[in-house]
């Protein structure tokens, strides 16, 4: 079996080094004989990546001790569905699902255009081949899944991370993945059309859809980990600005400053250097992501071992960001626009400033990340950044970026007027004052960012809320009788990616709510109880009765037994607890977490038992945490909406496109 997935990767690597060859050499010549014959190596690359992961899934499956990894990662007593999950637990398992996706969407895209874009697809097939290449390159041979534990072969596993034997770590890994593997489509198809001699706006046209997928999944592959940490770490937060969830933060961070900017592009023409760059940035960081989690360069929970691994991923970083850079400058004069922005005060200038606060807020946390290793290797003392400073720059970026998601659906194109602006702003200005107001009066203005966050929450919903009344009137003007439902209906049916983008805004507002909430709001207490104590905290009125004990497949757990009242009311017993793996040297916490229909969470850790009888814990009331994982479902109906086929925008889009790839020829 060895040899078979051994075989299959090598295969796969010297395909994908074909394609990039063959694509290249395409796009030179012109020669659509040597494009399919390069776009047939990628789809024959991927089949060989999937029989060497079928290899590596049956080695788990079936407890091959012959593999160092397989030995590493699982064990006989792991439960099925985290045994499944041992696949991406390690490097070398979580670099071949890397291969699996890119090789996957390589061949995907090639096939989807097989008969159209004849003068970009060599140089999307040679890009594309390209990445294959490198990352089979360091599955043969840097990081082999195959590796041989030596001639003695164990009869036991050594387990699986305690922290990892998680339901969300079955999906939050390879969603994350998705989304950074993801933007080498967009950032293959703008450099693309730029080797052929092309500035116009067909590439994004052609990756509206690749670009909005990947940008999802870095989203929810970050919401499912904060719902990770949340539950399991024992903590009572969900970000701690750890490194490696800054990685997966920042090109996000880039990525949404991309989609917001190619609006600007697609209807008049402007940023077309700042998109290129912006999508050929965004991979980059995407790569550096996986090179902070996979080198030892920083110090995280979620990090592989320190490795040479990291190296390489340094050499493919400056390859691409120099094949970038080259390829935008000896093309920058096709990419200049023929027009400006007019006015400060234009919808255009607004996504412009909006990019500006999002690529600097990203910066801001990759120099979070840099400044103690560098720090460390300049002057031998390693300074760490800590959450402040991370806050300082979430509250004095963030909160501009907030106001601005509110502003720019609402003003103009070109120029807003004075009394255009008055009256598009008057009701949610109004709304939010209104809101800081009722914050202060009600006894919140213990966080002044706080309620600033909040009262512009609200701005940003009664704008959007206003913007889709105005166009369902104006939709019942044309149609009398119309109810609002129906009117509002057939609105967002006319442009459901406008209005799929308003739900996406809403999402975040929810999402920002239950933030703040949770940050700015909580309540934290940790009591030491004996049998039969109580304490109060929150309304709640917590009594600790005994400790118990429970035994699962692989491990032992120690609960406390707790009463929760409210109101002298028993309503619920909840049994936080403390498990200890019989494969596996960690031990995992087992929360209790309480939610109410308000969003709050009664949050309680076991933290270990004092005396032998009594013990330790950890209890938070965190209002509206509940909206964070709203705010997820709210993002992907808004992602629906956005991306869900519409015949008629179709047909324009394919008119479009027909236009631009007439006018390909010099």
Same mark, same amino acid.
């Given at each position: 079996?060895?040899?078979?997935?051994?075989?299959?990767?090598?295969?796969?690597?010297?395909?994908?080094?074909?394609?990039?060859?063959?694509?290249?050499?395409?796009?030179?010549?012109?020669?659509?004989?040597?494009?399919?014959?390069?776009?047939?190596?990628?789809?024959?690359?991927?089949?060989?990546?999937?029989?060497?992961?079928?290899?590596?899934?049956?080695?788990?499956?079936?407890?091959?001790?012959?593999? !160092?990894?397989?030995?590493?990662?699982?064990?006989?007593?792991?439960?099925?569905?985290?045994?499944?999950?041992?696949?991406?637990?390690?490097?070398?398992?979580?670099?071949?699902?890397?291969? #699996?996706? !890119?090789?996957?969407?390589?061949?995907?895209?090639?096939?989807?255009?097989?008969?159209?874009?004849?003068? #970009?697809?060599?140089?999307?097939?040679?890009?594309?081949?390209?990445?294959?290449?490198?990352?089979?390159?360091?599955?043969?041979?840097?990081?082999?899944?195959?590796?041989?534990?030596?001639?003695?072969?164990?009869?036991?596993?050594?387990?699986?991370?305690?922290?990892?034997?998680?339901?969300?770590?079955?999906?939050?890994?390879?969603?994350?993945? !998705?989304?950074?593997?993801?933007?080498?489509?967009?950032?293959?198809?703008?450099?693309?059309?730029?080797?052929?001699?092309?500035?116009?706006?067909?590439?994004?046209?052609?990756?509206?859809?690749?670009?909005?997928?990947?940008?999802?999944?870095?989203?929810?592959?970050?919401?499912?980990?904060?719902?990770?940490?949340?539950?399991?770490?024992?903590?009572?937060?969900?970000?701690?600005?750890?490194?490696?969830?800054?990685?997966? #933060?920042?090109?996000?961070?880039?990525?949404?400053?991309?989609?917001?900017?190619?609006?600007?592009?697609?209807?008049?023409?402007?940023?077309?250097?700042?998109?290129?760059?912006?999508?050929?940035?965004?991979?980059?960081?995407?790569?550096?992501?996986?090179?902070?989690?996979?080198?030892?360069?920083?110090?995280?929970?979620?990090?592989?071992? @320190?490795?040479?691994?990291?190296?390489?991923?340094?050499?493919?970083?400056?390859?691409?960001?120099?094949?970038?850079?080259?390829?935008?400058?000896?093309?920058?004069?096709?990419?200049?626009?023929?027009?400006?922005?007019?006015?400060?005060?234009?919808?255009?200038?607004?996504?412009?400033? &909006?990019?500006?606060?999002?690529?600097?807020?990203?910066?801001?946390?990759?120099?979070?990340?840099?400044?103690?290793?560098?720090?460390?290797?300049?002057?031998?003392?390693?300074?760490?950044?800590?959450?402040?400073?991370?806050?300082?720059?979430?509250?004095?970026?963030?909160?501009?970026?907030?106001?601005?998601?509110?502003?720019?659906?609402?003003?103009?194109?070109?120029?807003?007027?004075?009394?255009?602006?008055?009256?598009?702003?008057?009701?949610?200005?109004?709304?939010?004052?209104?809101?800081?107001?009722?914050?202060?009066?009600?006894?919140?203005?213990?966080?002044?960012?706080?309620?600033?966050?909040?009262?512009?929450? !609200?701005?940003?919903?009664?704008?959007?809320?206003?913007?889709?009344? @105005?166009?369902?009137?104006?939709?019942?003007?044309?149609?009398?009788?119309?109810?609002?439902? %129906?009117?509002?209906?057939?609105?967002?049916?006319?442009?459901?990616?406008?209005?799929?983008?308003?739900?996406?805004? #809403?999402?975040?507002?929810?999402?920002?709510?239950?933030?703040?909430?949770?940050?700015?709001?909580?309540?934290?207490?940790?009591?030491?109880?004996?049998?039969?104590?109580?304490?109060?905290?929150?309304?709640?009125?917590?009594?600790?009765?005994?400790?118990?004990?429970?035994?699962?497949?692989?491990? &032992?757990?120690?609960?406390?037994?707790?009463?929760?009242?409210?109101?002298?009311?028993?309503?619920?017993?909840?049994?936080?607890?403390?498990?200890?793996?019989?494969?596996?040297?960690?031990?995992?916490? *087992?929360?209790?977490?309480?939610?109410?229909?308000?969003?709050?969470?009664?949050?309680?850790?076991?933290?270990?038992?004092?005396?032998?009888?009594?013990?330790?814990?950890?209890?938070?009331?965190?209002?509206?945490?509940?909206?964070?994982?709203?705010?997820?479902?709210?993002?992907?109906?808004?992602?629906?909406? %956005?991306?869900?086929?519409?015949? @008629?925008?179709? %047909?324009?889009?394919?008119?479009?496109?027909? *236009?631009?790839?007439?006018?390909?020829?010099?």
């Amino acid at each position: 079996m060895d040899l078979i997935g051994r075989g299959s990767l090598l295969l796969a690597f010297g395909l994908a080094v074909y394609a990039t060859a063959a694509g290249w050499m395409a796009g030179r010549r012109r020669d659509r004989r040597l494009l399919e014959s390069g776009r047939r190596a990628l789809l024959a690359a991927f089949a060989a990546v999937v029989v060497a992961s079928a290899v590596f899934m049956w080695a788990i499956q079936t407890h091959d001790y012959r593999f !160092l990894v397989v030995w590493r990662s699982s064990s006989d007593t792991v439960p099925q569905p985290y045994l499944t999950s041992s696949f991406w637990t390690t490097q070398q398992g979580s670099l071949l699902l890397w291969l #699996l996706v !890119l090789t996957g969407l390589s061949a995907l895209v090639t096939w989807q255009n097989r008969r159209r874009n004849h003068d #970009l697809m060599p140089w999307v097939v040679a890009i594309l081949g390209a990445a294959c290449a490198f990352f089979a390159f360091t599955i043969c041979f840097i990081a082999s899944p195959f590796e041989s534990v030596g001639a003695v072969v164990p009869t036991a596993g050594r387990g699986m991370v305690a922290s990892l034997q998680n339901p969300y770590n079955m999906i939050h890994p390879p969603m994350l993945y !998705l989304g950074y593997v993801g933007f080498t489509v967009p950032f293959a198809f703008a450099m693309s059309a730029l080797l052929a001699g092309r500035a116009d706006e067909r590439w994004i046209q052609l990756t509206r859809r690749w670009t909005l997928v990947p940008w999802l999944a870095l989203g929810l592959g970050m919401l499912l980990g904060a719902k990770w940490a949340y539950e399991e770490i024992g903590w009572g937060g969900f970000w701690g600005w750890d490194p490696v969830e800054n990685a997966a #933060l920042i090109p996000w961070l880039t990525g949404t400053a991309f989609l917001h900017s190619v609006i600007v592009q697609e209807k008049k023409g402007m940023l077309r250097v700042w998109n290129v760059s912006l999508v050929a940035l965004t991979y980059v960081l995407c790569i550096t992501g996986t090179f902070f989690t996979r080198s030892g360069f920083t110090s995280s929970i979620h990090t592989f071992a @320190r490795s040479s691994i990291g190296w390489w991923f340094v050499a493919w970083i400056g390859i691409a960001a120099a094949f970038a850079i080259v390829v935008i400058s000896r093309n920058a004069h096709r990419l200049k626009s023929p027009h400006r922005i007019e006015s400060p005060v234009s919808r255009e200038a607004t996504f412009l400033f &909006n990019n500006l606060l999002f690529v600097a807020l990203a910066f801001a946390v990759l120099w979070g990340i840099l400044f103690p290793p560098l720090s460390e290797a300049v002057g031998g003392h390693k300074i760490q950044t800590s959450t402040p400073y991370y806050n300082f720059f979430a509250v004095a970026i963030g909160l501009p970026l907030l106001m601005l998601m509110g502003i720019g659906p609402v003003i103009a194109w070109r120029r807003a007027s004075t009394r255009g602006v008055i009256q598009a702003f008057r009701w949610p200005f109004l709304s939010a004052a209104a809101g800081i107001g009722v914050l202060l009066l009600a006894g919140f203005g213990s966080s002044v960012p706080g309620a600033i966050a909040l009262s512009l929450c !609200l701005f940003v919903t009664v704008s959007i809320l206003l913007e889709i009344a @105005r166009g369902a009137a104006a939709r019942r003007r044309l149609a009398p009788g119309t109810s609002w439902p %129906a009117a509002t209906t057939q609105l967002v049916a006319r442009n459901r990616r406008r209005y799929g983008g308003y739900v996406v805004h #809403l999402a975040i507002v929810i999402g920002i709510v239950a933030i703040v909430g949770t940050s700015a709001y909580a309540t934290v207490r940790q009591p030491v109880l004996e049998p039969g104590q109580s304490f109060k905290i929150g309304g709640y009125t917590l009594t600790f009765v005994r400790l118990t004990t429970e035994r699962g497949p692989n491990w &032992n757990s120690t609960n406390a037994l707790i009463e929760v009242r409210r109101g002298g009311k028993l309503i619920d017993t909840v049994r936080p607890g403390k498990r200890s793996y019989t494969d596996a040297p960690e031990s995992s916490q *087992e929360v209790s977490i309480r939610p109410t229909w308000t969003g709050e969470d009664l949050y309680i850790a076991f933290n270990g038992a004092v005396r032998g009888t009594g013990v330790n814990l950890k209890v938070l009331v965190n209002p509206l945490v509940n909206l964070l994982w709203l705010a997820g479902l709210v993002l992907i109906a808004g992602f629906g909406i %956005a991306i869900w086929p519409d015949a @008629r925008v179709a %047909a324009r889009v394919a008119r479009r496109t027909d *236009e631009l790839a007439r006018t390909a020829a010099p």
